[in-house]
């Protein structure tokens, strides 16, 4: 290569067309490259954590599952067939995702569970009753099929309902005020003045 042909002077007006080119393009048209695919992975991720929640972390927190967690991991039947310690599946299979009705009264819920010794399914119900949530159906399927039942009142039907006592000398919200029948005094008792 001979550099004696080189015109240095071209060169240099070459390299500050292009710096001041580089300068009106903006920062976007000249970082496009690297921050497009920044941002669609970003946007992935945080999608992916927020449908992971939605599907699962919001299901195992619910107040139906948990106490029924507490129950499973103390039923001796179920540790003998799952060993111990007995969780809940973290990423389940789409066969065994969770899935949760949960209305103002009532929330049932399906799940899967595992233990060092295999994976078994959950399905719980419960009711709201005086403010708390009652369990009336918990039963787990093992591997092999075997359904195991740890809670049943009733089965899906109405859960025994008892009104709550009303509490003596409480009325009742936007009752009627009670009516006093009292006859009118008389002045024969009085003496006179």
């Known amino acids: 290569m001979n550099f004696d042909k080189i015109d240095l002077e ?3 007006r070459d390299l500050e067309e292009f710096a001041r080119e580089q300068r009106e393009r903006g ?3 000249r970082n496009w490259r690297w921050f497009v695919p920044t941002m669609v ?6 999608g992916g954590a927020a449908l992971y929640w939605a599907l699962f972390i919001r299901i195992y927190s619910l107040e139906v599952c948990q106490s029924a967690m507490q129950t499973i991991c103390a039923d001796k039947e179920l540790q003998e ?9 973290k990423w389940p299979s789409r066969s065994a995702a969770p899935s949760a009705r949960i209305e103002e009264s009532e929330a049932d819920v399906l799940w899967s ?4 010794k295999g994976r078994a399914k959950v399905h719980a119900f419960a009711r709201r009753m005086m403010g708390k949530w009652e369990t009336t159906v918990l039963d787990v399927t093992l591997p092999n099929g075997k359904k ?4 049943e009142v009733g089965g899906n039907e109405a859960a025994p309902f008892t009104a709550p006592k ?6 009742e919200a936007n009752a009627p005020p009670p009516e006093i029948n009292l006859p009118a005094p008389s002045d024969e008792g009085r003496g006179k003045q």
């Open 10 to 12: 071209a060169l240099q």
């Open 27 to 29: 920062w976007f048209r």
């Open 41 to 46: 992975l970003t946007v992935l991720v945080v």
């Open 81 to 89: 067939a799952l060993g111990q310690p007995i969780e809940t599946v």
């Open 113 to 116: 569970i595992e233990g060092p």
């Open 148 to 151: 195991v039942l740890l809670n």
């Open 166 to 171: 009303a509490e003596p000398n409480k009325p």
